[in-house]
């Protein structure tokens, strides 16, 4: 079993910068790919960025150059650094793991990019 906990999320001026955390519980977390997902309202749930258990990473091309997904496996923590923000970005982010054939999802942090 793994449970995460996102936080960070918050009000933010476009421009602005966040960085989402993302923290696990259980065994093997080294092994697990994670990812981050964000659902904006009204729109289905997307793929933001992942990193695998070698840390390969991968974004969708809105993010490219302004995201950077990062893991530290020894404090079972995954990150994902936002900058210079705009209004499309509103949305709830999840954080998403696959261990062992399995997928696993946080409860959400809500992001509102808004001046």
């Known amino acids: 079993q793994v449970q995460l906990k996102e936080s960070g999320g918050g009000l933010v001026q476009p421009g602005g910068s966040l960085r989402l955390s993302c923290a696990a519980s259980g065994s093997l977390f080294s092994i697990c790919d994670v990812g981050w997902y964000r659902q904006a309202p009204g729109k289905q749930r997307e793929l933001v960025a992942t990193?695998?258990?070698?840390?390969?990473?991968n974004y969708v091309d809105s993010v490219k150059g302004r995201f950077t997904i990062s893991r530290d496996n020894a404090k079972k923590m995954v990150y994902l650094q936002m900058n210079s923000l705009n209004s499309e970005d509103t949305a709830v982010y999840y954080c998403?793991?696959?261990?062992?054939?399995?997928?696993?999802w946080g409860q959400g942090t809500q992001v509102t990019v808004s001046s």
């Open positions: 998403n793991v696959i261990r062992l054939g399995s997928v696993y």
């Open positions: 990193i695998t258990r070698g840390g390969s990473t």
